[in-house]
């Protein structure tokens, strides 16, 4: 069977990706909201349901969740259970090099991003709608890249990095672990401390 975990925003965006690019469309969508109902025409069955079904049998995995940590959390626990599989979700117009990248499991290239060549990206990574990424970048599993975001060449991004909306980076930098990075934020030298970064040049709030 075919699960997308989530219910929300980025699990409907998700589910619209996987239509477009004509891979098998998902039997349920796995969510603490919205049980018992449809999306989509697609039925919202609770996690404790999912995890019955996935005790047997060989099935695919989609995790439509934005929030890196949660989706850490859960690629991991759903990871221990034999037959299962993480397939990307690739949509038509996202432009690569299919040669000279390397790509993890679990990816999702939302609608118009661009990840240029010898790049690196990790599992369960998220890049949303026109976001780029430059040559020879690294991102590390579970990051989310929200929409509009410019990463620039040589950026060493870590894991479970959260880049808000329309967020930047210079060249030849490295952003942290668990880093949270504001919307519009424009990152001009490395972050080695987790936190929030907010702002034009982005500075810690927290």
């Known amino acids: 069977m075919n699960f997308i975990l989530g219910s929300s925003g980025q699990a409907r965006e998700s589910e619209w990706i996987l239509r477009a690019s004509g891979q098998a469309k998902p039997d349920h969508f796995v969510g603490r909201d919205f049980v018992g109902s449809q999306i989509h025409g697609i039925e919202v069955i609770s996690e404790e ?13 989609w995790i439509g969740i934005g929030n890196p940590k949660l989706r850490a959390k859960l690629g991991q626990e759903i990871s221990k259970f034999s037959g ?9 117009s996202a432009f690569y090099d299919y040669e000279y990248c390397q790509f993890g499991h679990g990816l999702l290239l939302a609608p118009g991003v661009i990840v240029t060549t010898d790049v690196s990206i990790g599992n369960h990574v998220h890049l949303n709608v026109k976001s780029y990424v430059g040559h020879e970048s ?7 890249i929200s929409p509009a975001v410019h990463i620039a060449g040589n950026v060493k991004i870590g894991k479970r990095v959260f880049m808000g909306i329309g967020a930047c980076t210079v060249e030849r930098i490295s952003i942290c672990d668990d880093a949270v990075i504001g919307a519009g934020a424009v990152i001009t030298k490395s972050i080695v ?10 500075k810690r709030i927290s």
Do not use: C, S
């Open 49 to 61: 349901r999912f995890k019955e079904l996935i005790t047997h049998g060989n099935h695919k995995v």
């Open 84 to 92: 299962v599989e993480f397939p990307d979700a690739i949509h038509p």
């Open 138 to 144: 690294v991102i590390g599993d579970f990051t989310t």
């Open 193 to 202: 401390e987790p936190g929030t970064y907010v702002g034009v040049p982005a």
